[in-house]
Every structure is written in structure tokens, then in C-alpha cells.
């Protein structure tokens, strides 16, 4: 059903209704007219009956005074004219409505035999929106459940209306009772600042949550996937950091809800996989920017972004030494559907080996945008290093490559070119006095994705 239908349907109620009550009105008017007819030929009867017992006498009552027929028909052309008025602008409205409806993405078609239902958990927010635009873009059926704490209705809006495509406001640590083929279990905040606003709320969402998500793969029998973390690792002492590595995290430290609910979440998907047979899959995903970041999460890629196109101090944590790889969201989008259709059950780390130093990031950002846009006056501004901050992040994909051929395509430039056109869109909102929606075309890749 195209967007705005609900609107267009209510315009048609409404004729309808309007229509209905034009016709009763002429029902009750001819009945009207009828009734004061034999009531004017009683009286004319009458009249005479008097008129030859009675004296003729001059009557000073006024003749010009309509008859009660003619008001009855002045009354019923008045609400006729209204109605037809109504209906007139209503109808305007109802073409105004299918002229301007709503258009969506291409998608491909596919029979019911090969068309999947899917949950996306978290289906709203940054990595989810983009795997919604792929598994739709398939011709897939995409259910998205998102509670829009970190989600944004803007990410996923060019969806709305489409026949293939469902939002439903809930929140994971909540049951859900649908019926689906697989899950991407994407819901939790992600960025240190969102992941510790609330650190319970992120301990039930990994928790709880995962666990009500397995329950229903469960009781319909879906696949689900969980997206993991690198942050299973901590700060670890083993780089790069393959999957067969335990991690060395801090338990009780301000980033522990988020590692420790991950790895608990890892937890529960094995075992429901050796208790109930649930097939599960497992993606440990390493840092990940591209459009539709939130502008307030916290993270170095938006950080950088943000503050070298408003010309403030870029921020660094630290020495700067710290490394990161960072990957584009659609490597990381393709890498979980291909896992997903994958007989890999087993962890799999998703990442690009690419390693940087914070310092050099910065650099870099700085660099584009003084290219691209504006000189940018940044100045490079060290802060006291956060709290169990991980000093190395660099992924072994060996496994990726091997079992799901699967590695990270797109140029880091080529996505920060991309990230960066989008925030200094979402800084131009206001402005332009129109909001800043990034559609799945807008990528502008050089090459085919898989």
C-alpha cells in the first residue's frame, strides 16, 4: 500500500459518507415535498368547505410569503450545493494524493518460494538500515523492530508504504510473537557514550534481548544472527585478533556491559544451538562507518567529521598512537548476508585488516575536508586517555576469506568521501530547511556488490 494511503482512504470514507447523507437528503426532501403537497391540497379542501359557509372578509395577510414547499426545496438546494462542494474538494484531494504518492527503491521480484521473511532487530539504526536496503533491494519481506533509542524512523523512511516492508515500534528485552524465516539480531547501542548512558538497559538489551530473539527462532524455526563485536576481545594481547582468541576483558569496567553482554550473548546463541538445535550465526564486527551515523555517537570516524567541517579542535583521546581498522557499512552489510546464507555456525570476524593510528585518522579526515569543502582551521587536541580504551583493534578475516568469501572491498578513502558529503548534509538541515535522507543509490560504488 502506497504511503499516505490511510490518508486517501479516509478522503473516500469521507465521500462516501458525504454521498450517503446527499441522498438522504433528497429521500427526505422529495418526502418532505410530497407531504406538504397533501397537506397543501387538505388545506385547499378545507378552504373551500369554509369559504362557502363563511362571509367573503378582506384578509390583510401577505400573499408574497413563500409556501412551506418552496422553503422545504430552498433548504434541500442549499445542502445539495454544500455536498457537492465537499465532494468536489474531496475529490481534488484524492487525486492530489495518487499524483503525488509516494515512490520507493527498485527492488527485484521474488516468487514465494524464494522470498524470505526477515527480522531485523535494530533495523532503524545505522548498520541495520543499510542491511534493511539490501535484504528489500533482494525482494525480500523485511520486518524491522527497532525502539528507536538509538534508531532514527528517517533511516528506514524511503521504506514506508512498501508492500515488502513492516516497522514495528518494540523493544527486544519485550517478546515478540511473529512469524519469520530469519533474524539479524542487530538491536543494542553500539558507541561507548550510547552503550553507557544506560549500562542496564544495554545488559538486558544483550541479554534478555538476545535471549527473547533465540526463543522465537525457536518456536519457528529461523536462523539468527548475531551481530557480535570486536569488543569480546577488550584490550587484547593477541593481534590481529582471530577468532579462536578469548579476549582480555575488564569485568567490571565502564565498557563491560556492552563487551560482557556481548559475550554472553555469544553464550546463549550455542546454547540454544546444542540444546535446541537452533542454527545460529555468529559475526564479530570490527569498527564500521559510513552514512546515517548518528551525529552524537561518539565515535572517531563522526567525531573527526563534525569537528573539521565546523572548524573545531579535533579531539584525540590519548597519544593518538591507538590503532583502528575500519571497514565501510556495506562490506560489513555483505559480509553478514553472506554469512547468514552461509553453513558457517561458528564465529566469524568482519573487518577490514587495514590498520590505522587514531593520529593518522585525524590527519586524513582533516585532510578531505580541506579538499573537498573548506580550509579547515582544526588543531589536534590530545585529551586524557578514556578508560580501558583498547590500545590495538586489527581483525584476521583468514576465516572470512576461506569460509564465506567474503573481504572488505570498498577504499577507505572512497568511504570517507561518502560519510563526509553526508554529515556536511546533516549540518545543512536547517538551512536548506529540509531533512538529510540517504538513499541505497547514493553509495556510488565502482563495482558490483555481491
Known amino acids: 500500500m502506497p504511503v499516505r494511503s490511510g490518508h486517501v ?70 445542502i445539495h450545493k454544500k455536498f457537492e462542494s465537499q465532494i468536489e474538494n474531496l475529490e481534488a484531494k484524492v487525486l492530489h494524493l495518487d499524483n503525488t504518492k509516494k515512490s520507493h527503491p527498485n527492488v527485484k521480484f521474488l516468487p514465494e518460494n524464494q522470498r524470505k521473511r526477515i527480522l531485523v532487530t535494530g533495523g532503524a539504526g545505522f548498520v541495520g538500515s543499510h542491511l534493511v ?19 532514527r524512523r528517517r533511516n528506514i523512511e524511503h521504506w514506508i508504504g512498501h508492500e515488502n516492508f513492516e516497522l514495528i515500534h518494540h523493544d527486544v528485552v519485550e517478546p515478540l510473537y511473529i512469524e519469520i524465516d530469519e533474524i ?10 550510547h552503550y553507557m548512558y544506560n549500562p542496564i538497559k544495554t545488559i ?31 584490550d587484547p594481547e593477541v593481534h590481529p585478533q582471530v577468532e ?36 545460529v550465526r555468529v559475526a564479530r564486527i570490527f569498527n564500521t562507518f ?16 563534525l569537528q573539521s567541517l565546523q572548524n573545531e579542535d579535533i579531539t584525540i583521546y590519548g597519544s593518538g598512537k591507538q590503532t583502528r581498522s575500519f571497514q565501510y557499512v556495506t562490506d560489513l552489510v555483505d559480509g553478514l548476508i ?34 573537498n569543502y573548506h580550509a579547515s582551521n582544526s588543531m589536534i587536541k590530545h585529551l586524557p586517555a578514556n578508560e580501558d580504551d583498547p590500545q590495538m583493534r586489527r581483525p584476521d578475516i583468514s576465516k572470512a576469506r576461506k569460509e564465506i568469501d567474503w573481504w572488505p572491498r570498498v577504499p577507505m578513502m572512497m568511504g570517507l568521501e561518502r560519510t563526509i558529503e553526508y554529515f556536511d548534509n546533516e549540518l545543512k538541515q ?16 565502482n563495482f558490483e556488490r555481491t
Request: aromatic share 6%; net charge negative; charged share 20%.
Open 9 to 78: 482512504a479516509q478522503s473516500l470514507k469521507k465521500l462516501t459518507f458525504y454521498s450517503s447523507l446527499l441522498a438522504i437528503g433528497y429521500v427526505a426532501s422529495l418526502t418532505l415535498n410530497h407531504d406538504a403537497r397533501q397537506e397543501s391540497e387538505r388545506s385547499d379542501s378545507n378552504s373551500k368547505i369554509i369559504n362557502n359557509n363563511l362571509p367573503n372578509i378582506d384578509s390583510n395577510i401577505p400573499t408574497d410569503q413563500p409556501s412551506l414547499t418552496e422553503l422545504y426545496a430552498q433548504v434541500a438546494g442549499d
Open 133 to 151: 536496503d539490501s535484504l528489500m533491494i533482494d525482494g525480500h519481506e523485511v520486518i524491522v523492530v527497532d525502539n528507536f533509542f538509538t534508531g
Open 184 to 193: 539479524y539480531h542487530l538491536a543494542c547501542p553500539a558507541s561507548p557514550p
Open 204 to 234: 538486558k538489551t544483550s541479554s534478555i534481548g538476545t535471549l527473547n530473539m533465540l526463543g522465537l527462532a525457536k518456536r519457528v524455526n529461523a536462523k539468527i544472527l548475531l551481530a557480535s563485536t570486536s569488543e569480546i576481545y577488550g
Open 244 to 279: 579462536s582468541y578469548w579476549g582480555h576483558v575488564n569485568p567490571i569496567g565502564p565498557r563491560a556491559c556492552y563487551d560482557e553482554g556481548k559475550r554472553v550473548a555469544e553464550t546463549m546463541c550455542y546454547a540454544y544451538q546444542k540444546q535446541s538445535g537452533v542454527e
Open 290 to 305: 559510513g552514512p546515517r551515523m548518528h551525529m552524537a555517537d561518539g565515535r572517531v570516524v563522526s567525531n573527526f567529521i
Open 338 to 371: 553472506k554469512l547468514m546464507n552461509s553453513d558457517v555456525s561458528s564465529p566469524v570476524n568482519i573487518g577490514n585488516p587495514d590498520e590505522h593510528t587514531i593520529l593518522d585518522f585525524a590527519e586524513i579526515i582533516k585532510k578531505l575536508v580541506n579538499n
Open 430 to 445: 536547517v538551512e536548506r530547511n529540509k531533512p538529510n535522507q540517504f538513499l541505497p543509490d547514493e553509495h556510488k560504488l
